[in-house]
C-alpha cells in the first residue's frame, strides 16, 4: 500500500489542477506602436557585367501589413563623375540598367540615391574594391581528405592581397556534368560545395572571408571541395571565380547567417540584417569578379 501513496497523491494533485482551467491563465492587451513606412533596398551589383539590377520595396509600418513594391522610384547611381540614371522597372520587378561594365573603377567611391512618393530619400555609398593579383589556380580531384577519412577534391588558390587595405572575399566553383549523351549533348552546370577552417567557420557557395589571416601579404589557400555530382568523364573543366567584396556586404552576409541560426530558436539573441542605408534599410554593394577556367583530370 505505501507503494500506491505516491501515485496517489500525484493522480489528486492533476485533478485538482485540470479542475482549475483557466486560473494560471491570462491575457494581456498590448499595443505595438506604429512604425512609419521606409524604403527597402537590395542592390548587389557586380562590376564587369552589362547589367545591373536593383529591387525596391518598403517597410510596414505594423505586423499585421505586407510590404509593397515600389514602382515610382527614382535612382541616382554616382560613381566618380558619372551618373547613372536610366533605371527601368522590368516584369520581374527589378529596376534595371544596361552598359553599366564599371570594372576599371576599382578603388573608387560609388553612391546610390533612391527617392519615391511619399517616403524619405535613402542614400549610400561604398568604396568598389580592388580585385588581388591571382598568382596560382589549381584543382585536384581526390587530392584532399576530409574529417571523416573520405577522399575528396582540393582547390588551391594562391593571390596578392593588396596592402594598407581591409578585403573581403568569396569563392566559389563550378564545372559541366554530362545530363544526355546523344547527337547533341546536353551539360548541366554544377556547384562545388567548399570548405576551409582556417578562413570561415561554415562552408558553402560562395564561401566567404576576409584577409585577416593574411592581410597586405601573398596567400596559399588550400580548400577543400565536395563534389557530391561527380562528372561522368575523364577530364574537363572547373569554372573558379574568386570575388571582392565591400566590407558592408561582408557585415551584411554575416549577419545574415545570425538571423538564420536564431530562426525559430526560442534561446537564440534578436538578430538584425545589417543595413548601409540612410533613412531607410536594405543593402548596397558593388562586387567585383574575376573567373578562371582550370583543366582537370577526374580519372
Known amino acids: 500500500m ?9 493522480a489528486v494533485g492533476f485533478m485538482l ?25 537590395t542592390a548587389i551589383i557586380p562590376a564587369n557585367y552589362d547589367t545591373a539590377g536593383i529591387f525596391i520595396s518598403h517597410t510596414t509600418p505594423d505586423l499585421h501589413s505586407f510590404p509593397g513594391i515600389i514602382h515610382d522610384a527614382r535612382i541616382t547611381l554616382q560613381i566618380g563623375d558619372q551618373p547613372y540614371t536610366d533605371w527601368q522597372q522590368d516584369n520581374d520587378l527589378l529596376y534595371k540598367i544596361t552598359a553599366f561594365n564599371v570594372s576599371d573603377h576599382q578603388g573608387e567611391i560609388a553612391s546610390l540615391r533612391i527617392e519615391a512618393n511619399d517616403f524619405t530619400t535613402v542614400y549610400s555609398e561604398i568604396q568598389i574594391p580592388t580585385l588581388p593579383k591571382i598568382r596560382e589556380i589549381t584543382y585536384g580531384f581526390h587530392q584532399a581528405i576530409s574529417d571523416d577519412g573520405t577522399r575528396i577534391d582540393q582547390l588551391k588558390l594562391k593571390l596578392d592581397d593588396p596592402v594598407d587595405e581591409e578585403n573581403f572575399y568569396g569563392l566559389q566553383a563550378f564545372y559541366s556534368r554530362l545530363r544526355f549523351r546523344d547527337t547533341t549533348n546536353m551539360f548541366d552546370t554544377v556547384r562545388v560545395f567548399l570548405e576551409a577552417d582556417e578562413l570561415v567557420t561554415e562552408g558553402g557557395s560562395p564561401l566567404f572571408f576576409s584577409d585577416a589571416t593574411f592581410n597586405g601579404r601573398q596567400a596559399e589557400l588550400r580548400i577543400r571541395a565536395y563534389n557530391y555530382n561527380p562528372p561522368s568523364r575523364d577530364s574537363g573543366q572547373v569554372i573558379v571565380q574568386v570575388l571582392t567584396f565591400p566590407k558592408d556586404y561582408y557585415l551584411y552576409l554575416k549577419s545574415v547567417e545570425v538571423f538564420n541560426n536564431a530562426d525559430g530558436n526560442p534561446f537564440a539573441e534578436p538578430a538584425d540584417l545589417y543595413s548601409n542605408f540612410e533613412n531607410g ?6 562586387y567585383q569578379v ?6 582537370v583530370d577526374f580519372e
Open 2 to 10: 505505501k507503494r500506491i501513496a505516491p501515485f496517489f497523491c500525484l
Open 290 to 295: 574575376d573567373e578562371h577556367i582550370v583543366d
Open 281 to 286: 534599410t536594405g543593402i548596397f554593394s558593388i
Open 17 to 41: 489542477l485540470s479542475s482549475c482551467e483557466g486560473l494560471f491563465e491570462t491575457s494581456v492587451d498590448y499595443e505595438v506602436p506604429q512604425q512609419t513606412p521606409v524604403l527597402a533596398t
